[in-house]
């Protein structure tokens, strides 16, 4: 399977703890997009990389969201002291500019106890 | 930032009928327009995209319309089918490449 892979694909933590997910971009794929998909709602944007550089970081959702994308290929999303209201789906996008198409991963799914 | 309005929230339709998504945005510099489309439990893709520089696209049984004056854009999907039951997003951005924000959604079921 040559398209976006993310991991764990459900994750269960007690609030307080720390989590990361990981995703896989398409190889040839040099924008990566994280998002926040909450229930009955639309993909909320959180941060984008060009290769490893991090283009937008102000919609993280506050600064215990942070992700990193060290060579330019995987990228992680890291959420520290995890909340309740963390609870969502996170999905993980990647493109090839200019065509733009964003190609999904099956997302990441967390649930805050 | 861009804001992205999506109606109606749900929307049910008899088999072989149509139906028309609505969105507008409030960013008069965003110039690519993609809807997606996702069934339940699955990723999100891409059915549809157009840009500023068109007014209407189309593909087989789907079209999008865009008008820039108003900033809104719609997706129409004729002869209905049970499989195109699903929700349905639609997002905008300055240049594709860029940071996309989306609709919240329409949640398409077609009666069959």
């Known amino acids: 399977d040559t398209g976006v892979s993310q991991n764990p694909r459900h994750k269960i933590t007690k609030r307080g703890q720390n989590v990361t997910f990981r995703c896989d971009p398409i190889s040839e794929h040099n924008r990566l997009y994280w998002y926040r998909q909450t229930l009955g709602q639309g993909p909320e944007f959180l941060t984008y990389?060009?290769?490893?550089?991090?283009?937008?970081k102000s919609r993280l959702l506050s600064d215990r969201f942070s992700a990193e994308r060290p060579k330019g290929s995987f990228s992680t999303l890291e959420i520290q002291r995890t909340e309740q209201g963390d609870s969502a789906m996170y999905l993980c996008a990647s493109s090839l500019v200019p065509t733009g198409e964003l190609f999904f991963g099956e997302g990441s799914r967390l649930t805050v106890l | 930032g861009e804001n992205v309005e999506q109606h109606p929230s749900t929307l049910s339709v008899q088999e072989g009928d149509s139906a028309v998504i609505k969105c507008t945005y409030s960013?008069?510099?965003?110039?690519?327009f993609p809807w997606y489309k996702q069934e339940l439990g699955k990723r999100p893709q891409l059915i549809i995209d157009?840009?500023?520089?068109?007014g209407e696209k189309k593909d087989q049984r789907i079209a999008v319309t865009l008008n820039k004056t108003a900033k809104h854009f719609s997706l129409h999907i004729t002869e209905t089918q049970p499989e195109d039951s699903a929700v349905y997003f639609c997002?905008?951005?300055?240049?594709?490449?860029?940071?996309?924000?989306f609709g919240t959604g329409t949640s398409l079921t077609v009666i069959p």
């Open positions: 990389f060009q290769n490893e550089a991090q283009l937008e």
């Open positions: 997002a905008a951005t300055i240049n594709t490449g860029n940071q996309f924000y």
């Open positions: 960013d008069s510099a965003s110039n690519y």
């Open positions: 157009i840009r500023s520089n068109v």
